[in-house]
Nanobody, 124 residues
Framework: QVQLQESGPGLVKPSQTLSLTCTVSGGSITTSFYAWSWIRQPPGKGLEWMGVIRYDGSTYYSPSLKSRTSISRDTSKNQFSLQLSSVTPEDTAVYYC????????????????WGQGTQVTVSS
């Protein structure tokens, strides 16, 4: 079974860069035709799709976050990472990594594996 686990600091200062890593086991991040996504859920709000890195290494981001978001991968470690720059308290959320099949990245019905999520708080 594919398992995903988020890791990274739980507290980030405003204006700094939020960095998280998703470690994948039970499946390769280079296997066709999966994509690997970051999703977040701010307090009291719904899930917000952030972006994906596809099996071939290409990326696609939410238009609202594209300017601040970077997703990368380390295939030797079977990991992919999130960097969100210039954070503010509005970026406080539970951050999830997940696997999606196909091009419909914003439709959670197509996601078949999720990490447990990790709380990240932006505060000085």
């Amino acid at each position: 079974q594919v398992q995903l686990q988020e890791s990274g600091p739980g507290l980030v200062k405003p204006s700094q860069t939020l960095s998280l890593t998703c470690t994948v086991s039970g499946g390769s991040i280079t296997t066709s035709f999966y994509a690997w996504s970051w999703i977040r859920q701010p307090p009291g709000k719904g899930l917000e799709w952030m972006g994906v890195i596809r099996y071939d290494g290409s990326t696609y981001y939410s238009p609202s976050l594209k300017s601040r978001t970077s997703i990368s991968r380390d295939t030797s470690k079977n990991q992919f990472s999130l960097q969100l720059s210039s954070v503010t308290p509005e970026d406080t959320a539970v951050y999830y990594c997940a696997r999606v099949q196909g091009p419909y990245y914003s439709d959670y019905e197509h996601y078949d594996a999720w990490g447990q999520g990790t709380q990240v708080t932006v505060s000085s």
